[in-house]
């Protein structure tokens, strides 16, 4: 049985308390859970090392939400992919459609971030996926390939690394509206193909996009979706705990 991926992005929702006592009391449940699954918490920048310690015992990576691509210098407000694995960081969110759709980051910001991660020795987690506009107008495969071009195309993929990509259409990000798991499905098996045609790697796709207790076991049993990455409902130890709980039974 091939791992499922099980990540948690908290966006900005908790403060430092707040995502303090989440990571207690999930590090307080992982043994009775008895979970197999890569884990992994993006909490945001301020709390990160404090969560990040919690869990140190526990098989929970955390990382970061975004990164910037240069190391370090003049850059106010911004952290380097080096400085994330300086403490301890092992995987990191890129593309996400929160940065490129609020923030308007572009495929070519994406590039640059990716390629700083891989190079600080890091997993980039990918987000990528279409708005509804473009889902409307029959582009989603457009927008989707362009995106991965955009990322992938001249690169050697490291050996040592996985290759992680969420298909999160923008369109079911937090709105509770949340993909077919079918045409989720047909979306992640487009993507590991023109993936692997562009360097050769086979990805594993995760699906992101209002996932609950209630549809996260339709998404994982799906034969492309390796995991979920769960914004909302991996905000609340209930609904988090709910989740695992589904996917484990
Ligand atoms: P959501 O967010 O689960 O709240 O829809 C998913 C994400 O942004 O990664």
Redesign the pocket.
Known sequence: MKPLYLFA?W?MYLDRDESVALAEGLAKQLPGLALDARLVVFPTSHSLVEVKNIFDKTQVKVGPQNVYWVERGGYTGEVSAFMYKNVGCQYVLVG???RRHVFSETNSEVRQKQDAILNAGMTPVL?IGETSHERKDGEVEMVIEAQLRATFTDLTWPADRELII?Y?PVW????GESCDPEEAERIAAIICRYVQGLIGVEPIVLY????RADNVTRYVQEEHIRGV??????TKLDTWLEILGQVKA
């Open positions: 992005n966006k996400h459609s929160e987000c969420a999160e079911a990000v937090s709105t992101g996009g209002s996932v990455l769960v914004g909302g409902a991996s």
